[in-house]
């Protein structure tokens, strides 16, 4: 018992921040895994090709730092540099995507939702890859405090959690579970918020004049959330919608291609791309449709 206590006395500032760095990088990849589940399945927002490619690094990150972390094993850092260098070479590329005109045209980006479309635009700059950058570059400097760490210290630095001396185990516990509650509970608020809405019973008949719609308003926040990823901003240059065939078809038809979408095989596909059905968004009311279609067919007036 006193040895281990003059042991954690004796423990180099070093080793400390190396500690503290590790820990941090785990709660950076739970925070950055969580977030981008819950923008994905609870905000509908489909992830383009470049954003699957990064959470094809940071999904085992948040599983690999929290295994060393358990296990106590000093190398964990060197598994999570292998999972994040490439993670934050992707998101710099979605950067340069998104922000720098002529990298959007790059062909890699052209099926599916359009990688240089941003869902999330905080203070007016901020974007979801931003976002992973910062969780990738939390996990680098951890990692690379980390293993000069264990070149300088060769007391098991690991062996403790860092906070109250509780095991790595318990501290790795507290704090995924800690993230995933926040992101669990405020993914049920989302919902419940979005249920909360009165859904129509029955399907709106134009000929009866009832105007079983959403608001305006609430079509162009769902249009901005799904669908601005595919067809661009809710105006006349809006890609991908024939004015023709919105003139042509009565709301209740479109109503029915809405809930159906398009197949890339389709013999009317003309982009050879799909729309997927319900534009990809999960649970929209007939209401919400409806309202989408005046809005598309104003913007293409
Ligand atoms: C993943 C990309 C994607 C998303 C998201 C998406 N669409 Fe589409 N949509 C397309 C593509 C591609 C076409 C053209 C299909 C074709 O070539 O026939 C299309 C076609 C359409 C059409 C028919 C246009 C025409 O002229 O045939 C309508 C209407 C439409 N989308 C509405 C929506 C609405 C409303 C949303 C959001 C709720 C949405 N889409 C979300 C990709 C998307």
Request: proline letters at 6%; hydrophobic letters at 55%.
């Amino acid at each position: 018992m006193r040895e281990t206590q003059t042991e954690t006395v004796r423990l180099p500032l070093a080793a400390h921040v190396a500690r503290a760095g590790l820990y941090l990088a785990l709660l950076a990849a739970w925070v950055a895994t969580a977030g981008s589940l819950y923008m994905s399945e609870v905000l509908g927002w489909i992830p383009c090709l470049w954003c699957w490619y990064q959470r094809v690094a940071m999904y085992p990150l948040a599983v690999v730092l929290a295994a060393g972390l358990i296990a106590r094993d000093r190398n964990t850092p060197r598994y999570a540099l292998v999972l994040a260098v490439p993670g934050i070479l992707a998101s710099t590329y979605h950067i340069l995507l998104q922000k720098v005109p002529a990298f959007a045209q790059f062909e890699s980006c052209r099926v599916g939702v359009p990688c240089s479309v941003d869902y999330l635009n905080w203070l007016g700059f901020i974007t979801i890859p931003m976002l992973a950058w910062v969780a990738f570059a939390i996990v680098i400097v951890g990692s690379v405090l980390a293993l000069r760490a264990n070149r300088a210290v060769q007391l098991d630095y690991l062996a403790e959690g860092p906070l109250l001396g509780f095991s790595p185990a318990f501290s790795v516990g507290v704090a995924v579970a800690a993230v995933v509650a926040l992101f669990v509970l405020s993914g049920v608020m989302t919902a419940q918020r979005a249920t909360a809405a009165p859904a129509p019973v029955s399907l709106p008949m134009p000929s009866e004049g009832i105007a079983l719609r959403a608001t305006r308003e609430e079509a162009l926040r769902i249009y901005n959330q799904s669908c601005i990823g595919c067809h661009g901003p809710a105006n006349a240059s809006m890609i991908w919608v024939r004015p023709e065939f919105l003139r042509e078809r009565s709301d209740l038809e479109l109503l029915a291609f809405m809930r159906a979408g398009r197949a890339a095989n389709a013999p009317d596909n003309f982009s050879g791309q799909a729309m997927p059905a319900n534009g990809g968004r999960v649970g929209l009311t007939d209401a919400q449709i409806l309202a989408l279609i005046d809005l598309m067919r104003e913007a293409k007036r």
